[in-house]
C-alpha cells in the first residue's frame, strides 16, 4: 500500500523524529551534536520555522517544529543530508545515515504543543539514559530554565503559557516538567490518535487538517501545465525533452518535471517514463540527485524556485 502524503499548511506544528538506518547512531562525539545544532540554526534562518523543542538522543533525535511557507520535507531533507555528509567524512565511511523515511506526527499545537515539550525533555529518563532532564546536555530544556541560550530555539510560546513574567514562567514550567515525571504523564502522549495516524488531535482538529490538504491537492496543476512551465523555462521543445542526448539542460529540465510531479501529485514516475522514454529507475534517481543538489548548489536552487513561483501563479 502506497504510503499517504504528508500533511502541510503554513503554521503546522510537527513531532519530528529522525532514526539512525537499522537503529545505528547517528551522534558519536560532542562535535557531531554541535554540528547538528549549526545546521539546525542555519535551518530556522533560511526556512523561516520555528523549534520550539529537541533532543538529541544516541541513534535517533525529536524535533517539535512548526513550518512556514516552506514544506517539513525540504527542511528535514536539507539537515539530514548535510548532517550525513559531515558524519561520512569524519567517520570515514559511506552510504546512508538515516532511517529511509522520517517519522512526522502532526499535532495540534494549541491542545498540544505543551505535552509534547515535555515528552521530548523527558525522553532522556524514559530511555533510562538519566534521571533528571537537567543532568542530559542535549535538548532545548536548558534553554528554558535559562541555563543556555539558543537563539534558534522558540521557547516564547511555551513559557507563555505559564506567566508573562519570565522568571515566574519558568519556575511553572520546571514545575510541569517535573509533575509529568512524577506521574509518567509523558508515556501516555501518544495512547489515543484519532481518524489519521499522521495527526495528533482530537477528530475536530483531525478532519479540518485532512480537509485542508484535499483542498490542497483540488488546486494541483494538470500534468501538461507542469511540462509547458518547465519546457518554457528552459527553452526546450517536447522532441528536445525526449531526445537521446544527454544535454545539461535537458538533463535537469527532466529531473525537474520527475521531482515537481512527486511534489504537486499530477504525475507519476512511470508515466513521466512514458513520456520523456526513459528507464523508470532513471528518472527516479535524476530526481533524487537534484534534492541535493537543490541544497549544495545555489543557483539550482534559484532556478527551482523560480519554476515553482511560475506554478503557484498557475494556481491562484
Known sequence: MARKPRLHFPGAVYHVT??????QDIFFSDDDRRRFYALLQEGVERFGHKIHAFCLMTNHCHLAIQVGEIPLSRIIQNVSFRYTVWVNK?????????????KAIL????????????????NPIRAAMTTSPEEYLWSSHHAYCGAEKLSWVTTGWILSQFSEHKDVARQQYLKFIYDGLANKLFEDFYQQRPVDNRVMGDERFAAKVLKAANEHLDTKIALDQLLSVVSRYYNLTAEQLRAVGKTRKAVEARAVTALLAQEYGCS???ELGKIFARDVTSLSSAARRLEKRIITVPEVTERVAVIRTRITKLQA
Do not use: M, P
Not at 18 to 23: E, I, K, M, P, T
Not at 96 to 102: A, D, S
Open 90 to 102: 569524519h567517520q570515514q565511511r559511506s552510504g546512508h545515515l538515516f532511517q529511509g523515511r522520517y
Open 268 to 270: 507519476t514516475t512511470t
Open 107 to 122: 499535532v495540534d499545537g494549541d491542545a498540544y504543543l505543551l505535552e509534547l515539550v515535555r515528552y521530548i525533555h523527558l
Open 18 to 23: 529522525l532514526r539512525g538506518n537499522d537503529r
